[in-house]
């Protein structure tokens, strides 16, 4: 490993003095709010997903519309203007479908109903012609399924049901980008529908809760699906089974898991210990509630919004994952519940669509918190970790490996692989694909990504490279490293 220059180690410095002061560096202070942003042009009263793309627009694809048809069109949220405007539709109507960013920037959108039948089909979106487009079919037709990105760029398709209220598969799938084709993977341990999958900080799949229609008809059980034995194992039960509700990464890297339902509305909280592979109880909700979201915020709070308890709610909360608490937050705009919530690139919460008020179905809002927002992170970045110097072909057509080193200050846990982007500028490539490795013998896992050499935009004569990219909850991160290129002449 080569030497690390002084000024990264004084940026991390920086960087730790800042969150040790935050009060004093962050910006405007104020209470949370959330205020009206544009209107969608279709109402989704349910089954709609949301997709943060990498230009930090959202794509709002499919659902049902107020009067309960699956939807075909899909549409754009720019946070730059407020607006949502139309963009490609799918070649058929879905509701209950996945969608699922993947490395090369584009969306896979897997199965879902289109009210004649459970699809089996999937498609592809371009970011950059704003399209969709067949790729290969499931193995299998499914609805209420999850799809989860893995670090190797395939992608998990968990669970779900052909038909509802019929017998469910316990067979999963891996979608591979590369080929477009997709394949069987390990069974699950337990049948399962309206689950929630959450990708863990050691690569592994945690699918908790949801129902079937044998035996234990509302699940307590958890299962984790490890991608380098492609095989699912039982883990640890929750007390109390359930399904509508949501499961959070947090940033130390247990799984809170709030809400939902089980023959009545959940106000109970349990927390998933992937070190023990145990859940415990971690208070409760200020209000019992499914078909809510959470989602995790740039501080490490997780926002519980809206959902239902005997009629649609309109407030919100915040869980404080040091405190091990929740508190009450400012209230949306009107009652909702199946919506969608998408933290954005500027740490404010997207929330579209969803049941409720009249109005519900095509009014979006955002919320922000301005506290504890920090600018950006500075990381240790290591190109081609383990040699000195770093010598890169422009024209190979080959990957480069690039290490993120884990350091104080901040952990590779909390950075979200998809976001990460390097080259010359640090905005040309994507990783093709990534894992947790240990780059420089120091004992501690470093995150360790693969881009493509031909798309980082280096050039011959090029002697520094950048590496930016986002926590999972929102803060940009910035890294930077010395080349060398060669086979330039």
């Known amino acids: 490993m080569k030497k690390i220059r002084l000024t990264r180690w004084f940026g991390l410095l920086v960087v730790i003095f800042f969150l040790a002061n935050a009060p004093l560096f962050l910006g405007t202070q104020g209470d949370p709010t959330f205020t009206a942003t544009g209107s969608m042009g279709t109402g989704r009263a349910n089954g709609h997903t949301a997709t943060l793309l990498p230009s930090g627009k959202v794509l709002i694809a499919g659902g049902q519309s107020p009067s309960s048809s699956p939807l075909a069109c899909a549409e754009l949220y720019d946070p730059a203007t407020g607006t949502f405007s139309q963009t490609g539709s799918m070649g058929a109507c879905r509701t209950g479908h996945g969608a699922t960013l993947l490395p090369n920037g584009?969306?896979?959108?897997?199965?879902?109903?289109?009210?004649?039948?459970?699809?089996?089909?999937?498609?592809?979106?371009?970011?950059?012609?704003?399209?969709?487009?067949?790729?290969?079919?499931?193995?299998?037709?499914?609805?209420?399924?999850?799809?989860?990105?893995?670090?190797?760029?395939?992608?998990?398709?968990?669970?779900?049901?052909?038909?509802?209220?019929?017998?469910?598969?316990?067979?999963?799938?891996?979608?591979?980008?590369?080929?477009g084709a997709f394949t069987w993977t390990g069974r699950l341990m337990i049948p399962r529908q309206q689950h929630i999958s959450t990708l863990l900080s050691n690569g592994k799949v945690l699918l908790v809760g949801g129902g079937n229609w044998t035996g234990e008809r509302i699940l307590t059980s958890a299962e984790l699906y490890d991608p380098t034995t492609e095989s699912f194992t039982v883990t640890g039960s929750m007390a109390i089974g359930r399904y509508a509700h949501t499961a959070t990464l947090l940033t130390s890297g247990k799984v809170l898991v709030a809400g939902g339902y089980n023959g009545g509305i959940l106000c109970d909280v349990e927390l998933f210990n992937p070190t023990t592979g145990t859940f415990l109880a971690s208070g409760s909700l200020e209000t019992g509630r499914a078909?809510?979201?959470?989602?995790?915020?740039?501080?490490?709070?997780?926002?519980?919004?809206?959902?239902?308890?005997?009629?649609?709610?309109?407030?919100?909360?915040?869980?404080?994952?040091?405190?091990?608490?929740?508190?009450?937050?400012?209230?949306?705009?009107?009652?909702?519940?199946?919506?969608?919530?998408?933290?954005?690139?500027?740490?404010?919460?997207?929330?579209?669509?969803?049941?409720?008020?009249?109005?519900?179905?095509?009014?979006?809002e955002l919320y922000w918190d301005p506290t504890n927002m920090p600018n950006h992170i500075d990381v240790l970045i290591d190109v081609k970790p383990g040699e000195t110097p770093n010598s890169i072909n422009p024209r190979s057509k080959g990957k480069i490996p690039v290490a993120i080193i884990a350091a104080f200050g901040y952990s590779v846990n909390d950075i979200d692989p998809t976001m990460v982007r390097f080259g010359k500028t640090g905005s040309e490539t994507y990783a093709s694909h990534w894992s947790l490795a240990d780059c420089n013998g120091d004992g501690q896992l470093d995150l360790l990504l693969h881009f493509p050499t031909e798309k980082t935009g280096i050039l011959c004569g090029d002697t520094i490279v950048f590496l930016t990219g986002k926590t999972r909850s929102g803060v940009d991160i910035k890294g930077e490293d010395d080349i060398r290129t060669v086979g330039c002449k």
């Open 291 to 364: 078909v809510h979201t959470a989602t995790l915020l740039p501080n490490g709070t997780v926002l519980i919004a809206g959902g239902w308890n005997n009629d649609y709610l309109g407030n919100a909360e915040v869980y404080d994952p040091t405190a091990g608490v929740f508190a009450a937050t400012a209230s949306m705009g009107g009652p909702r519940g199946s919506h969608t919530a998408t933290l954005l690139t500027d740490g404010k919460v997207l929330i579209a669509g969803g049941s409720g008020d009249p109005d519900s179905g095509t009014s979006a």
């Open 106 to 179: 584009k969306v896979l959108i897997t199965g879902g109903n289109d009210s004649a039948q459970t699809l089996s089909s999937a498609e592809l979106y371009d970011p950059e012609t704003g399209t969709f487009s067949p790729t290969g079919n499931m193995l299998s037709p499914l609805i209420y399924h999850t799809a989860t990105l893995l670090p190797n760029g395939k992608v998990l398709i968990a669970g779900g049901t052909p038909a509802p209220y019929v017998d469910l598969t316990t067979g999963a799938e891996l979608y591979n980008p590369a080929t």
